[in-house]
């Protein structure tokens, strides 16, 4: 594999007696997507604002493209965009408009800029709301307008500091096809986000975060075979449900959890046992089984088993 | 694309940056036609309300025509708006991410703060001309001739871009839009406070040291005194108003050296 473009080695971060970041090490290699995944207050955001050089870390280093974020600062700002959670863009001007003034302070020329505002204007679909202000458009359109205002200089690394938080399922979808079609392009694109299918339709790579550090990485099959396949299995009679987890509990060798007042589910442990075996287990104790199914685990399973949190994450 | 390496490349890019985030203020004006609008009115406002509400009760000592006596003051007021909008546009930026964009930019880093401060600049020249306009109409004129009536409108726009400092620096603290528009009404108070509608004249001892030593006041009094406009106190005065053009060229470099600095300090620093 190629020198990674980003690496974050041992992040410390602490605001007042808050522990933001504690010792977190990030590789991304070059035109990959990284899913940093996190609930909320893990870090993320701090690791983030650490690599776009907006924060200083307080012990460790972090490079972008061979370049220190702290000592380089300038050399990294010439090679990332960012785009935030908050749409960064002035909602007094019109997209055009803020395309334009933010490729001046790129130091385009003025020829220049108002040439690329106009390619990004097309391309990513909002050329027809161009000449309107910004406050009229939707929270989508502003997102994407905050993405295409970072693409500009055509950043080698694009950070996108949770891209579809707070928006509709067919904006999220719009985000992400114009993520997708970045990738191709070869930006490499570090990507914070408590959405598990986000993570899972984009990553390549996922580094799971919490408390300020990264307590797992991998790709989402990688992730998902860690734990293992899960059978949930939904009974006929709610009634059946101590003796259906007491015949789980011997097949699988763990403690089935109640998914609902008629269903259970379980991990189990990697290979061995065949839907066959367990159907007929169940059929053994005179346990009516109306649907059994073997899955892999969905990434919330995986996050809330590395975690170790309660609650789920969105 | 020129780099910022060099000090003169540097140099050069923070003017041209600047003069980017001028362009921005004026691009934000012609989409919102009716904030012209409002300052056109404001002035126009102000001058009927205090010239003739208040002007039909109190009497200017010395004697003179009270909206002759009045216009130095609205120019002072004007003049004292810069900190409040500068501050509402900074914190605005800072907590809708602007200002994190422009600072993960390859862009020259001190062009924020100056392009603020010079766009404000040009919107308080526009508001000095209106009120001009508004005070010629309702006979206010400066009677010393042309350099003193430019020295005048300089002392308001030195003391207005030093003001304009303390905005960037406030809007930089609080980095909350809401609580900067909050502090907005705090201004009116302060330019009250001052000899800028009323004489301090009579006002209580602890007042009116207050508003002696208010720099509203110094810059009404300066304004009064060079366009020869009544109220010029006499007597025994407080240091501001003995001396007004040397107080507000004073509060003017006070304000710089303090608020400059600390400005491209909060600017700069990248502690969050």
């Known amino acids: 594999m190629a020198d990674p473009i980003v690496v974050a080695e041992g992040l410390h971060k602490s605001f007042g007696d808050t522990h933001a970041l504690r010792g977190l090490d990030l590789s991304v290699p070059r035109g990959a997507v990284c899913g940093v995944l996190g609930p909320n207050g893990a870090g993320k955001t701090t690791a983030v604002r650490i690599l776009a050089t907006l924060s200083d870390p307080d012990a460790g280093h972090a490079r972008i493209a061979g370049f220190d974020v702290v000592r380089d600062a300038g050399e990294v700002r010439a090679r990332i965009g960012l785009a935030g959670q908050y749409a960064a863009v002035d909602d007094k001007l019109t997209g055009r408009g803020n395309l334009r003034m933010f490729a001046r302070l790129y130091h385009l020329s003025r020829r220049e800029a108002h040439r690329r505002a106009d390619e990004l204007l097309e391309r990513f679909g909002l050329m027809d709301a161009a000449d309107r202000p910004v406050t009229g458009y939707s929270g989508g359109m502003r997102r994407r307008l905050d993405l295409i205002t970072s693409l500009i200089l055509r950043p080698e690394v694009l950070f996108l500091d949770e891209p579809t938080t707070g928006l509709d399922p067919r904006s999220r979808g719009e985000i992400w096809s114009s993520v997708r079609e970045l990738v191709a392009d070869g930006t490499t694109v570090l990507l914070t986000t408590q959405y598990l299918d986000e993570a899972d339709q984009l990553a390549d790579d996922i580094a799971v975060v919490d408390h300020g550090r990264v307590i797992a990485t991998g790709t989402p099959d990688e992730l998902k075979a860690t734990i293992g396949d899960r059978l949930d299995v939904v009974l006929e009679d709610p009634a059946a449900l101590p003796p259906a987890a007491t015949v789980l509990n011997n097949l699988a060798g763990a403690e089935p959890a109640a998914t609902g007042a008629d269903r259970l589910s379980v991990a189990l442990p990697g290979g061995g046992l065949r839907l066959a075996d367990i159907v007929r287990e169940l059929d053994r104790a005179g346990i009516a089984a109306a649907d059994v199914r073997l899955r892999r685990p969905t990434l919330d399973e995986v996050f809330l088993r590395l975690t170790d949190r309660k609650e789920a994450v969105r | ?272």
């Open chain 2, 1 to 272: 694309m020129t780099t910022l390496a060099s000090p003169l490349g540097r140099l050069r890019w923070t003017f041209t940056d600047g003069l980017t985030l001028v362009g921005r203020e004026l691009g934000r004006l012609r989409q919102e036609p009716g904030q012209i609008v409002a300052a056109l009115i404001f002035p126009a406002v102000m001058v009927v309300l205090f010239g003739y509400v208040f002007g039909s009760a109190i009497r200017v000592p010395g004697g003179g025509d009270y909206r002759e006596y009045l216009m130095p003051g609205l120019f002072a007021m004007v003049t004292f708006s810069a900190w409040l909008s500068v501050m509402t546009r900074t914190a605005g930026d800072a907590s809708r991410g602007v200002m994190d964009r422009f600072r993960s930019m390859p862009m020259a880093r001190l062009a924020v703060p100056f392009g603020q401060t010079g766009a404000d600049l040009l919107t308080g020249l526009l508001m000095l001309a209106i009120m001009v306009g508004a005070g010629l109409l309702v006979g206010w004129q400066p009677h010393h001739g042309l350099i003193p009536t430019a020295q005048a409108f300089l002392l308001m726009i030195v003391l207005r871009y030093a003001l304009s400092w303390v905005g960037v620096y406030v809007g930089l603290a609080v980095k909350n839009e809401q609580v900067a528009d909050a502090m907005v009404p705090l201004g009116l108070p302060f330019t009250m406070l001052s000899n800028a509608f009323v004489p301090t004249g009579g006002m209580p001892g602890w007042l009116r040291f207050l508003a002696d030593w208010n720099p509203v006041s110094a810059l009404t009094a300066a304004s009064r005194e060079l366009f020869g406009n009544p109220g010029v106190p006499s007597g025994d005065l407080a240091w501001p108003l003995a001396h007004p053009v040397a107080a507000v060229l004073l509060w003017s470099a006070a304000l710089l050296a303090v608020f400059v600095p600390l400005s491209l300090r909060a600017y700069t620093r990248r502690g969050r």
